[in-house]
């Protein structure tokens, strides 16, 4: 009996490790969240949905395949689906840009969540991306624009909107799809400003130094908790089982959040949004808020 | 006292303006300068003045950065918030400053502009932003990312209200500003030659390995482009603001 308990503690004390990502350096996050063969949002959407369509396009320019789009069926729920998709080999890599969108993939995402409002359904975001791309065409039509409108929207959608860092969460190109009522992360996926690369050539002045970086930039899931940046971690296993376990907390908390009324999930989010950051000598914000809901037409 | 224009290089006598005589480059303007000349003498009421960052990712060094950065500039953070009035109308007005470490943006930016944007929706008074910022501020980590996400939702706030926001866009304006409040007004303006952008110009040549073309994320580039309404000249720049203030205040519905 002693023996039994004993062991259990050890099960016990590996799950967690595992669990907080502890005893994983931060650095191997980064590798692990980039992966070849980690898998994605189109594979999560499969294994979470008992039918799933594809939408394409931005009706304004083209459809970038670096955006995956559709609706879904999960037990008997219409459910908007929005990811990243980076490719699962090379040849689709290429195609995907390596899950840097463009604006039209912004604007696509823009969209489809405009049209699960308008029809009741809830959204759920898969983000795994490095960032939203670099590129000339990118500026030209206005990828800060696209984000930001994104942003904006998303932060008032009178519907339900679940996060999930799959992988790699890369500054404002993964925030563009990141704005919700809840945001998880599996265990080992990151979630950052600027990459550990980035942030190795600009601060520390050393692009070699981005194991370092990645360190000092508390990147990781179990920082991002300890921060109260997501509200969980779900923990990584085989794809079955981690495709299970994101599917049994979209359950959860749809069932949750789809009771609620509109304008009270609206304001909670905005509060949660508005509540992080780090200042000092500032003045109590809640109040104020409270009374532009009050002169809020829609959130009245 | 002449000064060497840093675009042409000629030592030049600068008015209040502060544009090149030689070659019409802007040199950048302190808050002071900035505020004589978009609001009435004497207007301007500063809010949250004593806000400061705090070390919220526990990154070696920060807090030296900022006190060397509050020294340099004699500024506590790197935007200045306050009531003001233009030309005789009420509004809420935030300045940006490059000057306090490149203008990023931290949890101090992401607040008071937040806060200025509140404080507009709750006076119904138009907001009046001017950018000039590298981005988000990478010291304070996931924390810089966040703010941009919550200026962005006090924007949708002043949409919901329907409180006027205007920008005013001044070299530079990139990264996490461009891609969250700045490309939110109901009226972007910007000042001729400023770089305004996402990305940096050195990651994009670095992507698609060649030379950028002339003029590329210049604000003339974003007229162009469709993201900015219009170029306006700094001597214009307060009868501007004065008329799209008073060309967006709504009439009180005679109903209700």
Redesign the interface.
Known sequence: MADLKQSLDTIESVVKTSYTCEGTSSWDCVLRSRQQGRPGAKTFIDLICDSFMELHGDRLYGDDPAMIGGIGMVGGRAITFIGNRKGANFKENVLCNYGMSNPEGYRKALRLAKQAEKFGRPVVCFIDTPGAYPGLGAEERGIGQAIAENLKVFSTLKTPILCFIIGEGGSGGALGIGVGDKLYMLEHAVYSVITPEGFASILLRDPSKAKEAAEAMKMTSHHLKEFSVIHDIIPERSTEQTAQAIKETIIRDLDVLCNKPLDNLVRYRLKKIRGIGEVSGGKEWWQPLLEVFTKTESLR | MPDLCPNCQKEVALDAYRICPSCNHYFPLTIAQRLALTVDKDSFVEM?A????????S??GYEDKLKENEKKSSLNDAVTIGSCTIEGDSAIIAIMSFAFMGGSM???V??KI??AM??G??RGWPVVIFTASGG?R?????????????T??????L???KTPLFLVLTNPTT??V???????GDVILAEPGAII????PR??E???REK?PEG??RSEFQLS???VDALVSRDKLKQTLSFLIKTHTRKEAAHG
């Open positions: 949250s004593e806000m400061r960052s705090r070390n919220p990712i990154l070696a931290g949890s101090v992401g607040e937040t806060q509140i404080e929706a709750l988000a990478m010291q304070e980590g996931i924390f810089s990312l966040m703010q941009m996400a919550k962005a939702s006090a924007a949708a706030l949409e919901e209200t990264g996490g461009t891609a969250s409040f700045a490309m939110l952008g996402f990305a940096g990651v994009i670095g992507t698609i950028l590329f994320q482009k469709g993201f």
